[in-house]
Structure formats: structure tokens, C-alpha cells
């Protein structure tokens, strides 16, 4: 299970738009309807992002214990974590392919793209 707000158990939704990234928590109205339950969504933070973006990248980067990060991937190559609501860090990937196929391999906690010499490239 993702979290995407920290001292939260409750069900969120994390939303990337080319220069955001939004969350939302859902909030169960009170009363009954025949239908089933009826939910608000909440706005809980959003990061606005320098660059435009294409992808989001859930993980505990680092091989971290009970911490969710989320990487926000831009189309020029730029990572951009964060740790829940808190900005943490900001890398450029050399020999970026735009826009690339990424993903995170926790088990040996690297992030895996193609390079623009169609190489496979994995980071730490």
C-alpha cells in the first residue's frame, strides 16, 4: 500500500498533470443511500513542477523502511522526488531518450530506462 500523506491511513489518490502533482484524499459522507457509499474528494497538497512531466514513480527510494516516495519524471530527463508532501531532490538522468520508458526495481533498488543510444541504463 502506497502513502501518499504522512500520519495517514486513509485511501488517497496521487494525480500527475504536466507541471502538478496533486493529492486527493476520498471522504465517506455520512447518511445512507441505496445505492452504496458516496465519497468527497479533498485536495491534500500539491507540488508544482518546474518541468513538464509524463510519469510518476511510486517507491521507497533507497531502500527505505515505512517511507513512500514518489518521482516525478520529466521529459527532458529530470527526477523529481518527494517524500510525501516534502520536496527532497532533483537529478538529471545523462543520455536521456525523450520521453523514455522508466521503472524502479525495488529488489535492487535502481531505476531502469533506455538511453538516447538505445542502451539500457540502470541507476542507484
Known sequence: MQVFYSGSKAIHIGIIHPRAISVYSFIEK???VEH??????KLIYEHSLQRYNYQVILGSFGAVKGRDFLCA???????SFFEQETFVYETQLPAFLLPSPITYVAETDVFVTLTKNWCIAAYK
Do not use: K, P, Y
Open 30 to 32: 455520512q447518511g445512507s
Open 36 to 41: 452504496g457509499s458516496q465519497f468527497d474528494i
Open 73 to 79: 519524471v520529466a521529459v527532458d530527463g529530470t527526477l
